[in-house]
């Protein structure tokens, strides 16, 4: 196998378990140029990830994806329930909640990941139970 691919794979491995939420890492595919995963966050729940080292598209980015939601939902529960008191209607009406993503969210640009974004925003860092609330 190509020494390339066996470093991605190890890469690909240790990076998935710095993720609280990954319960498991499970190879699905291998070939000389890619290697496909199965990222578990609980039975029903998982992204793949897809890393092709042949062309230059590595990683494919379908695992953004799933961050994207699962940060969309922690900052979407915790603007609810802490500045609209829980009343949807005022989700896309009170100034407040503006004023709340400036401050807390863009203002902070690219200056930290972004990890540390949502935990400077939300106060904690990235929970799946948000995203799992989300699409019940």
């Known amino acids: 196998m190509n020494q390339t ?3 991605s794979i190890r890469e690909i491995e240790k990076a998935a378990r710095h993720f609280s939420f990954v319960r498991t890492v499970e190879r ?3 070939t000389r140029y890619s290697v496909k995963y ?3 966050i609980s039975p029903s729940l998982f992204v793949q990830v897809y890393f092709n080292v042949q062309n230059g598209t590595a990683p494919v980015y379908y695992q ?3 961050l994207g939601e699962m940060n969309c939902s922690q900052l979407t529960e915790h ?3 802490h ?3 829980g009343d949807a209607d005022r989700f ?3 100034p407040a909640v ?3 993503l400036i401050d807390r969210f863009f203002r902070i640009g690219a200056r930290y990941p972004w990890n540390e974004a949502l935990q400077h925003a939300t106060g904690e860092t990235l929970r799946p139970e948000y995203f799992a609330k989300h699409l019940q």
């Open 38 to 40: 199965r990222l578990a």
């Open 92 to 94: 896309v009406s009170d």
């Open 28 to 30: 699905v595919d291998e």
């Open 83 to 85: 500045v609209v008191d």
């Open 79 to 81: 603007i609810l329930t």
């Open 98 to 100: 503006g004023h709340f």
């Open 5 to 7: 691919v066996s470093d």
């Open 64 to 66: 953004n994806y799933l």
